[in-house]
């Protein structure tokens, strides 16, 4: 991929300084959607041409990449459930299960619903 020159790049002149933060944010959200829809082209443009070439040399991609292998995974984390109401545990982070939210709005004390109460 080719570096743009100092003489195509005028970013300077634009004058980003004066835009209200609205204005700046919009144009960064699009910059970004622009950015993403090229990356996924350029992409692609890659997997035809690795696939051209390996289909010219005889060569089945698939018994050396698999979607689960070129996928990125986070290791999954086990945390451990601090919290039950009504047969439903909780571990305190994340998203509040909507019954632990209901208990709560009408008073109830996280301390109450510990699992182990220290």
């Not at 993403?36 to 696939?51: A, D, F, P, V």
């Not at 050396?64 to 290791?75: D, I, R």
């Not at 305190?92 to 996280?110: A, E, L, T």
Request: glycine share 6%.
């Amino acid at each position: 991929m080719a570096k743009p020159s100092n003489k195509s790049l005028k970013i300077d002149n634009i004058g980003f300084e004066q835009l209200d933060i609205d204005t700046l944010i919009l144009y960064k959200q699009k910059v970004e959607i622009i950015i993403r829809h090229k990356q996924n082209k350029q992409k692609q443009e890659l997997k035809k041409r690795l696939q051209t070439k390996a289909a010219k040399l005889g060569i089945d991609l698939k018994q050396y990449f698999t979607e689960s292998s070129l996928a990125l995974k986070k290791p999954q984390s086990t945390v451990r459930k601090k919290y039950i109401y009504k047969g439903i545990k909780w571990s305190g982070r994340g998203r509040c299960p909507k019954v632990f939210q209901q208990y709560f709005i009408s008073g109830g004390n996280k301390a109450d619903l510990l699992i182990e109460k220290q």
